[in-house]
T-cell receptor
């Protein structure tokens, strides 16, 4: 079945460590996104990518980095510079074009910093 | 700047009751899109509906209905005869009508609990 796969589902990290969250899609979508979800704050856009080898900062990009070497993959690295990394991270994808609106989401990765 | 407000943080009702989730938005764009997504306990967001700013016609899909009113900048969502399976977090979202990436601005979400 087509969809978005995020891994790991749960991740624990010590302070000062970088961690990378994986996101893979087999929907043949051009655009991919990373959102962060915190209780009571909804979803906030971290980074997005419209095509391979190109990505743009979202509203809260500080302390995060991404790459887009393949159309199917859009990994997110949470660096030690991110001051409050404990959160639920959601990856999404969509077709590129006039705003069709529908984002397809993965089941998320929950990161806890110990 | 665009903004979406869902004033109801949590709602709890008994099964079979009707429930309305409120959504108020702010934008300076004349052309924009509004959305509702559902987040079940599994975590992924599921697309429910999209409305563009030129289409104020209300929509009904089974037990779900949506009321879009530009005059009050609202896009409310009603579930009729609620069921336990409707329990989830619901998000309202807004985006510009542009080509390319779908940059959505989400509200804070409303956690809906349907009790048997």
């Amino acid at each position: 079945d087509g969809g978005i796969t995020q891994s790991p589902k749960y991740l624990f990290r010590k302070e000062g460590q970088n961690v990378t969250l994986s996101c893979e899609q087999n929907l043949n979508h051009d655009a991919m996104y990373w959102y962060r979800q915190d209780p009571g704050q909804g979803l906030r856009l971290i980074y997005y990518s419209q095509i391979v080898n190109d990505f743009q900062k979202g509203d809260i990009a500080e302390g995060y980095s991404v790459s887009r070497e393949k159309k199917e993959s859009f990994p997110l690295t949470v660096t030690s510079a991110q001051k409050n990394p404990t959160a639920f991270y959601l990856c999404a994808s969509s077709r590129w074009g006039l705003n069709t609106g529908e984002l397809f989401f993965g089941e998320g990765s929950r990161l806890t910093v110990l | 700047a665009q903004k979406v407000t869902q004033a109801q943080t949590e709602i709890s009702v008994v099964e079979k009751e009707d429930v309305t989730l409120d959504c108020v938005y702010e934008t300076r764009d004349t052309t924009y899109y509004l959305f509702w997504y559902k987040q079940p306990p599994s975590g992924e967001l599921v697309f429910l509906i999209r409305r563009n700013s030129f289409d104020e016609q209300n929509e009904i899909s089974g037990r779900y209905s949506w009321n879009f009113q530009k005059s009050t900048s609202s896009f409310n969502f009603t579930i009729t005869a609620s069921q336990v399976v409707d329990s989830a977090v619901y998000f309202c979202a807004l985006s510009e009508a542009i080509q390319g990436a779908q940059k959505l601005v989400f509200g804070q979400g409303t956690r809906l609990t349907i009790n048997p």
